[in-house]
């Protein structure tokens, strides 16, 4: 079977899984609008516009999709049974199209499911309008089951996109000067992943963050010049064929007080006893106390200030997150990220970011970038 013909089967091998899942939810109809929820199940890629694209799922029905009429061509090499519902550019006429493709599946009157943090308002009064008699519900514990088990090709792009976000830091690295700007190195560091193979739509903006900055978990790139004494956090990643990697390395300029090299350990060792506890049937929660345990014990658990990990792989945030209070079990090829943090306000931050897939007897990290508070200079 040729990698064509093999990517159309995994898409028909999805949809069955759905049309399971769907039943098991007492779930009707999934729509979709343009997002990774889409790609997974379809292939096709389309912008957020001001022209709705809406994809319908059923279990007993061929997908169907309302689109704009120059995105139409976009259809005409899928390998899988579709109905196209395009329409023309006067707004008037787009409600017939939505109308016309909930006829076709069946929407009037039944429990439809929607992605809650990507359906827009926009397509939803479409939608509303065109199946007045549907009930539109939140989709979300349904896709978190369609997508949080990655298979074998899906964990290969996230091992390459691992790859290549490693290789690009180390090069951008290899260009560090002291007094050179947040911003200069996260641009640098940007260009040095396109250079190693990342797809153009980079995994998200590269968090570079020194001295007090380093303190701010989501820290935005400033005008600040890097300087002795700082602890430089770096949170960056690659993508390659849409999956996604995350990392994040703690790095020391010059030397620094004695008092922060302290808080590196602590992190790095809460980071190894967080994929420790990584295992099938383990609760995500687990992961999450494992890691912040060490810390806690250390004196510094006020500084550790946000779950221990998020789910990964066509998005940089989704299913299952590493919290406490969640007991969802782990299961084989669930992607996440373990990344303890220490934050001490004014002072400086230390996270250590890893990938990590459940396997059937333990856990593989995808990422094996040293780990210690390496020192630039």
Do not use: C
């Not at 830091?169 to 002291?178: D, R, V």
């Not at 969802?328 to 931050?349: D, Q």
């Amino acid at each position: 079977m040729n990698t064509y013909s093999a990517q159309q089967s995994s898409y028909q091998a999805r949809h069955s899984k759905l049309a399971r899942i769907l039943y098991n939810s007492g779930l009707d109809a999934l729509v979709l609008n343009p997002g990774p929820s889409l790609i997974y199940l379809t292939g096709l890629h389309f912008h957020l516009m001001e022209r709705p694209v809406v994809a319908f799922f059923t279990p007993h029905n061929p997908p169907a999709i309302v689109l704009p009429e120059l995105e139409a061509g976009k259809t005409t090499q899928l390998n899988f049974a579709i109905q196209i519902f395009p329409y023309g550019e006067d707004p008037d006429t787009w409600l017939a199209a939505f109308r016309q493709a909930a006829r076709a599946v069946d929407l009037d009157q039944h429990q439809v499911g929607v992605e809650p943090g990507r359906l827009r308002f926009l397509e939803l009064r479409f939608l509303e309008a065109a199946a007045e008699g549907a009930r539109f519900i939140s989709a979300e514990e349904t896709l978190a089951a369609l997508r949080m088990q990655k298979d074998e090709n899906e964990l290969a792009a996230m091992r390459k996109a691992a790859q290549i976000a490693q290789q690009g830091l180390q090069a951008a690295l290899a260009s560090f000067k002291m007094g050179m700007t947040e911003r200069e190195l996260a641009g640098e560091l940007t260009i040095q992943l396109l250079r190693a193979g990342s797809d153009s739509e980079l995994a998200f903006t590269p968090i570079v963050s020194g001295g007090p900055n380093s303190a701010n978990p989501h820290a935005t790139p400033t005008e600040r010049p890097l300087q002795a004494g700082d602890l430089l956090v770096i949170d960056w990643g690659a993508t390659y064929d849409g999956y996604l990697s995350d990392i994040t390395r703690t790095f020391a300029i010059g030397e620094v007080e004695p008092e922060l090299v302290r808080i590196a350990q602590i992190v790095m060792e809460a980071n190894q006893a967080g994929r420790a506890a990584v295992h099938p049937g383990a609760l995500a929660e687990d992961v999450d106390h494992a890691a912040r345990a060490v810390i806690e014990k250390a004196g510094y658990g006020k500084f550790f200030i946000h779950r221990t990990g998020h789910g990964l792989g066509m998005e940089g945030h989704e299913p299952p997150y590493m919290r406490a209070g969640n007991t969802l079990k782990l299961s084989a090829g669930m992607t996440f990220t373990v990344e303890p943090g220490i934050y001490i306000p004014e002072r400086g931050g230390v996270r250590v970011e890893d990938d990590v897939v459940v396997t059937e007897s333990g856990a593989e990290t995808l990422t094996d970038l040293p780990r210690d508070l390496k020192k630039l200079t």
